[in-house]
């Protein structure tokens, strides 16, 4: 009697479940495990954030290495050691580093305090020319209104205090992610074939063969990335630094570096410096002369926006240019600058990791990790061996 009750139960039971239809059934399958993901990813990026001062100058240290590394290995192709190709690497970022910057630093040191005291002009020539122009604004109202912000200034020193408490903190926090940024870059260029696998022997063995083939891939990706996002660097750079010197702008080389720096930043960089630009235009040379020059200024952001990131990142990436306009908005949204900056090469490196794994890129039946550790072992004692070799010259001769 038992037994019936529990299979007319069940038979209930599936009859119920087989009342759903089954596009309901597959979309409820569907959405737990999306929600699940969701959270899983939620949970990742919330525990990247809170570490981010690890995980940014890591990131940075990855992209200059991409960048650096087809140096190292140009003088290993040579028969250079390794060590003399990762030393003429790490001299030439430096070497490009402090040319940009005493560029910088030498222009702007013979052209600083002739802005100074030209904006001091402007400033008086704009009180005058409200005063001439009847606007109702006198000039003794305008003074009034900037002691105005001065006095607020001084009654507000405990916060400003706090919040320049707040820029030492960060100052310190990039003087450290510099460190590690240089650190993890020394490291990368030196030990990063064996830092890979030391990372793929965490994962099972018939994991090894497709996640070395599409980090590889993701690799390659990322180096593009980089390359083709120094040439759009430069062409900015050009673009507007021409445009300066045309139009008869002072400081135009340190205009130009500028541009190049900041194009690394998306969004904030470009707009910063060619504020900046338009800023000196309309110290020296006036209004007209300025908005010439934040017209130059938009003319080469429209066509690095619409044209160099879209259809050069894109076709060098192998990502869609609506893919990169939505990954850099989506990185921005989601992580501000820094994630615009990595939102690029995170989705090329993505797109073929996933290409190489979907197409199965890879050698079946072979573990690149044990392969790896062979090699190694055979070059250690070769070395031990010829170690042994020369000591044992060395004995002889002497005798």
């Not at 028969?79 to 940009?100: D, E, R």
């Not at 008086?124 to 009034?144: F, R, Y």
């Not at 969004?267 to 338009?278: C, D, R, W």
């Not at 190694?376 to 044992?392: G, I, N, P």
């Amino acid at each position: 009697m038992d037994e019936r009750r529990d299979d007319v139960g069940a038979a209930e039971g599936g009859s119920a479940a087989n009342e759903l239809p089954l596009g309901i059934r597959v979309a409820a399958a569907w959405s737990w495990r999306l929600i699940l993901i969701a959270l899983a990813l939620a949970g990742f990026l919330w525990l990247i954030v809170q570490v981010r001062i690890i995980v940014i100058p890591i990131l940075i240290a990855i992209l200059l290495t991409a960048l650096l590394a087809p140096v190292v290995q140009w003088f290993v192709r040579r028969g250079a050691p390794h060590w003399m190709g990762v030393v003429a690497a790490l001299t030439l970022f430096v070497a490009s580093v402090w040319i940009l910057i005493n560029l910088i630093v030498t222009q702007l040191r013979n052209g600083l305090g002739d802005l100074s005291s030209r904006s001091e002009e402007v400033w008086w020539e704009v009180l005058h020319w409200i005063e001439d122009n009847k606007l109702g604004i006198t000039a003794e109202q305008l003074q009034s209104f900037t002691g105005q912000i001065f006095k607020t200034v001084q009654e507000h020193q405990t916060e400003i205090l706090n919040g320049a408490l707040g820029v030492a903190t960060s100052a310190g926090q990039f003087v450290t992610g510099a460190l590690l940024t240089l650190f993890s870059l020394i490291f990368l260029l030196i030990d990063g074939k064996r830092i890979w696998f030391w990372v793929l022997g965490f994962l099972p063995a018939r994991a090894h063969a497709p996640v070395d083939a599409a980090g590889r891939a993701g690799w390659v990706s990322v180096g593009q990335y980089v390359r083709v996002q120094i040439f759009v660097a430069f062409v900015d750079a050009v673009g507007i630094g021409v445009g300066a010197a045309l139009l008869g702008v002072p400081l135009p080389i340190p205009i130009a570096v500028l541009v190049f720096l900041g194009s690394f930043i998306p969004f904030l960089g470009a707009i910063t410096t060619g504020l900046l630009a338009a800023f000196i235009a309309l110290v020296y040379n006036g209004p007209i002369n300025a908005l010439l020059m934040l017209g130059v200024v938009i003319l080469v952001n429209q066509i690095e926006g619409h044209v160099l990131q879209p259809l050069v990142m894109g076709n060098a990436v192998k990502v869609h240019p609506l893919g990169v306009v939505l990954a850099v908005s989506t990185g921005a949204l989601i992580a501000g600058i820094p994630g615009a900056l990595f939102a690029v090469p995170l989705a090329a490196a993505a797109n073929s990791i996933v290409n190489t794994l979907v197409n199965r890129e890879w050698t079946p039946g072979t573990d690149p990790v044990a392969l790896y550790h062979k090699r190694e072992r055979t070059h250690q004692q070769a070395k031990h061996r010829a170690r042994s070799v020369a000591k044992l010259n060395r004995k002889e001769g002497l005798s």
